[in-house]
């Protein structure tokens, strides 16, 4: 056959189109950005018991298929055993930061001597500097800590008071699942992917966490089980979760008059090394470089979520940008869109014509001549 002669690229009607497709798509944006923040009281309850059941699933099957456990009953169980979970994560962050509003004051007290002694044994005058006249060249802004911790509170308590939505929504999305021979190619492949991915993510986020809390509680460094919990959450935050949980003990490691050198040393390194260990060569080798993010992507990610959900929206951007990587590359229309959440920019200078519009006439015309 014929091949049809090719579609150029710079007539009228061509620019046209890709205007507006360009502001259809912008519209979209704001219209989904302004329906994920009126929808976050039941989105929010929603996204996390979805997430929670991909990472039960695998448990559910082991209790059917090894213990022969019947279905209701693993996937009440199971369901009861994520709640447990999520409410002693929400208790021990509850507790943790009441405990160290408690104990801000002397913390505080703390700080400002240690900035006094190094603002003492620095000479200023050699360096044509003068401190301040209390003698601290830091001031602490109390008001600005108090109400992050505040602000942390309330979505703790938000998520506890919606326990009970999530645990309804985690038991019907756990029984309303059917089997796998009923649900189309296509998307057993995507569910396959996200359920490997979210379990994956758990498994590697709870040997981050443990390991980190161990550490640091057998070093005597106060509030390890706080740390080793926010190395758990943060772990689903790829290249700059890690350096954050790095980061978050130091204050606490340096100001603590108790621990000897060494301990603080060890402290700090070996925390470091297992994150950095694990982030950077166990999680390639076991998930591949096909589900990694942009940096780039990721702050976006946290920003956007975090401006419609809060503390909570900031947590679950990275799973939500993940999973829609996962989706959109396993659709070949939106698969370049993919590769550019994960930094390769080659659509962007690809020459060939549809590279990033795969609904172009060019493309009708590549599917044309497949056919022919």
């Given at each position: ?17 890709r205007?507006?497709e ?7 944006v ?6 994920l923040?009126?929808l ?6 929603f ?9 039960l ?45 408690e ?5 505080k ?27 601290r060249m ?12 505040a ?6 308590t ?32 995507i569910?396959?992917?996200v ?36 190395a ?22 340096w100001?603590?008059?108790e ?9 700090i ?47 679950l ?10 989706i ?7 698969r370049?869109?993919?590769?550019l ?32």
């Amino acid at each position: 056959m014929i091949a049809p002669e090719p579609v150029s690229l710079s007539t009228p009607e061509h620019s046209h189109r890709r205007i507006t497709e360009t502001c259809l798509v912008i519209l979209t944006v704001i219209a989904v950005g302004a329906t994920l923040f009126f929808l976050r009281p039941v989105l929010v309850p929603f996204v996390l018991a979805a997430f929670i059941s991909y990472a039960l699933a695998p448990v559910i099957e082991y209790l059917m298929r090894r213990l022969r456990v019947p279905r209701f009953v693993a996937i009440l169980g199971t369901a009861f055993l994520g709640l447990m979970l999520l409410a002693i994560i929400a208790m021990v962050v509850a507790s943790a930061a009441a405990e160290m509003v408690e104990n801000f004051p002397q913390y505080k007290t703390k700080v400002q001597t240690l900035t006094s002694r190094v603002t003492n044994a620095v000479p200023w005058d050699r360096l044509g500097m003068k401190p301040k006249e209390n003698g601290r060249m830091i001031d602490i802004p109390t008001a600005a800590i108090a109400g992050f911790v505040a602000a942390a509170l309330g979505s703790v308590t938000e998520l506890v008071s919606n326990a009970a939505l999530v645990g309804l929504f985690l038991i019907f999305l756990l029984i309303g699942r059917g089997k796998d021979s009923d649900i189309p190619p296509m998307l057993r492949e995507i569910e396959l992917s996200v359920r490997r991915y979210v379990g994956q993510q758990v498994a590697l986020a709870a040997v981050t966490g443990i390991g980190t809390g161990a550490i640091l509680a057998l070093l005597g460094v106060d509030f390890a089980v706080v740390f080793g919990l926010l190395a758990f959450l943060l772990n689903f935050v790829p290249s700059i979760g890690s350096i954050i949980s790095i980061l978050l003990p130091l204050p606490v490691i340096w100001i603590d008059p108790e621990m000897g050198t060494s301990a603080k040393v060890l402290a700090i390194v070996l925390p470091a090394t297992l994150q950095l260990t694990i982030d950077n060569v166990v999680a390639p080798r076991v998930q591949g470089n096909s589900l990694k993010l942009h940096p780039v992507v990721v702050i976006l990610a946290m920003i956007f979520f975090g401006m419609l959900w809060g503390i909570v929206g900031a947590f679950l951007a990275t799973p939500i940008t993940a999973v829609l990587k996962i989706i959109l590359d396993r659709i070949p229309p939106t698969r370049s869109a993919a590769r550019l959440m994960g930094g390769d920019l080659a659509p962007l200078s690809d020459p060939s014509p549809g590279a990033l519009l795969p609904n172009s006439a060019t493309d009708k015309v590549h599917l044309s001549n497949v056919s022919a």
